[in-house]
């Protein structure tokens, strides 16, 4: 992370829609159909079982993560963090916040989804514990695999 730049994560606005499903348009679904569109990220905003998280630095963002949340088990939409911040610990600390929110929640999985051929995405989870379920072959647009990947909360907290 740029020195002198401190990291907030916050719930998204309503206003933010739009800026939040063109990242996910470029760095999420791209050559894909985009089906994060504006009105469907504002619906997750106002849905109160589900996060739409921002990470800004000095008022600029510089990722989003959503997730929706279940009893037991929460889904882990999407995340993205601009290119120009990767690496800096934005991704992780979107990851844990959401993790902490689960916890305090007291939702025991995370489950997510990554592009089969995402090797940046699929290091970033298993370093931070998510384990590898099963692949399902052409999950995207019947063109593309994805892995399922997921996360026993439950386990990590007996572990401490």
């Not at 739009?18 to 999420?28: D, N, Q, V, W, Y």
């Not at 025991?108 to 592009?115: H, K, W, Y």
Request: with cysteine; net charge positive.
């Amino acid at each position: 992370m740029p020195q002198n730049r401190q990291l907030i994560l916050r719930p998204a606005d309503p206003s933010e829609a739009a800026g939040i499903a063109s990242m996910s348009r470029i760095h999420i679904e791209h050559g894909l159909r985009w089906r994060w569109t504006t009105a469907r990220v504002r619906r997750q905003i106002s849905d109160r079982d589900s996060m739409v998280l921002v990470a800004s630095l000095s008022g600029e963002r510089a990722g989003f993560a959503i997730m929706k949340f279940g009893d037991l088990q929460a889904h882990l939409y999407l995340l993205a963090v601009e290119p120009r911040y990767r690496k800096a610990g934005i991704g992780k600390s979107m990851l844990r916040w959401l993790e902490t929110s689960c916890d305090t929640a007291g939702i025991q999985q995370i489950r997510l989804e990554v592009r089969a051929d995402n090797r940046a995405a699929l290091e970033f989870y298993r370093k931070l514990g998510y384990l590898a379920l099963g692949k399902v072959a052409g999950y995207y647009e019947r063109r593309e695999s994805a892995i399922i990947m997921g996360k026993n909360l439950l386990e990590e907290i007996q572990a401490r």
